[in-house]
């Protein structure tokens, strides 16, 4: 059971030190996660969510405990990780294609074979009519998607979605929560969803 887990956090805690004094943010967390596994944490704001997905991502290190991703001892940065931030963080000034490839450009991994992997995950999202469409012509729905389809581009093995939905009308992003949770099956991800709303939670 152990080494079937994608993702295993052990005894993570973390305090922060303020003038004030310390603040426990989180205390003793264990979890496994497998493959295919999509998990949501439901819990009001500020109690730590965040936080947690930060140290899983290796941009924040605990004050105890530690994270494995295959095995391996998270310590930085983890290109198996993708992040799906609350708010879609698109660059108003490139295509809607351009935002998609931002990822890649980073990891500098810009193929032929990338982007043709791109472009099917538009098409099959509802979005290649839309591919040279800028962000201010999207509802906010498809501006998800299209954030949604920029990690997925990057072919993570984990995703880690921090209130991606919280931008949207309450409808909206029901309706929204859904069709990610489609697909994320679809493509057989994995993922860790935080959230405060748990009709969000129950709708991925």
Same mark, same amino acid.
């Given at each position: 059971?152990?080494?079937?887990?994608?993702?295993?956090?052990?005894?993570?805690?973390? *305090?922060? %030190?303020?003038l004030?004094?310390e603040? =426990? !943010? @989180?205390?003793?967390?264990?979890?496994?996660?497998?493959?295919?596994?999509?998990? !949501?944490?439901? &819990?009001?704001?500020?109690?730590?969510?965040? *936080?947690?997905?930060?140290?899983?991502?290796?941009?924040?290190?605990?004050?105890?405990?530690? $994270?494995?991703?295959?095995?391996?001892?998270?310590?930085? !940065?983890?290109?198996?990780? &993708?992040?799906?931030?609350?708010?879609? %963080? #698109?660059? +108003?000034?490139?295509?809607?294609?351009?935002?998609?490839?931002?990822?890649?450009?980073?990891?500098?991994? $810009?193929?032929?074979?990338?982007?043709k992997?791109?472009?099917?995950?538009?098409?099959?999202?509802?979005? =290649?009519?839309?591919?040279?469409?800028?962000?201010?012509? #999207?509802? &906010?729905?498809?501006?998800?998607?299209?954030?949604?389809?920029? !990690? @997925?581009?990057?072919?993570?093995?984990?995703?880690?979605?921090? =209130?991606?939905?919280?931008? @949207?009308?309450?409808?909206?992003?029901?309706?929204?929560?859904? +069709?990610?949770?489609?697909? #994320?099956?679809? +493509?057989?991800?994995?993922?860790?969803? $935080? *959230? %405060?709303?748990?009709? =969000?939670?129950?709708?991925?």
């Amino acid at each position: 059971m152990e080494s079937q887990s994608i993702m295993k956090i052990r005894n993570i805690s973390m *305090t922060y %030190h303020t003038l004030d004094g310390e603040i =426990e !943010t @989180l205390k003793n967390i264990d979890l496994d996660v497998n493959k295919g596994d999509i998990i !949501t944490i439901v &819990g009001p704001s500020g109690c730590g969510k965040s *936080t947690l997905l930060s140290i899983i991502a290796g941009l924040v290190n605990p004050s105890k405990g530690e $994270v494995f991703i295959n095995d391996k001892k998270v310590n930085g !940065t983890n290109k198996d990780i &993708g992040y799906m931030f609350q708010r879609d %963080h #698109l660059f +108003e000034w490139r295509t809607i294609m351009g935002n998609v490839l931002i990822g890649l450009e980073i990891q500098d991994k $810009v193929t032929d074979e990338k982007k043709k992997f791109a472009e099917k995950l538009l098409d099959t999202y509802g979005l =290649e009519d839309f591919k040279n469409n800028y962000p201010n012509q #999207l509802s &906010g729905g498809m501006r998800q998607r299209v954030a949604l389809i920029r !990690t @997925l581009a990057i072919e993570p093995e984990i995703l880690l979605l921090d =209130e991606p939905f919280s931008a @949207l009308d309450y409808q909206t992003r029901l309706a929204i929560a859904d +069709e990610i949770g489609t697909i #994320l099956k679809k +493509e057989g991800k994995t993922a860790l969803m $935080v *959230t %405060h709303d748990i009709a =969000e939670a129950m709708s991925v």
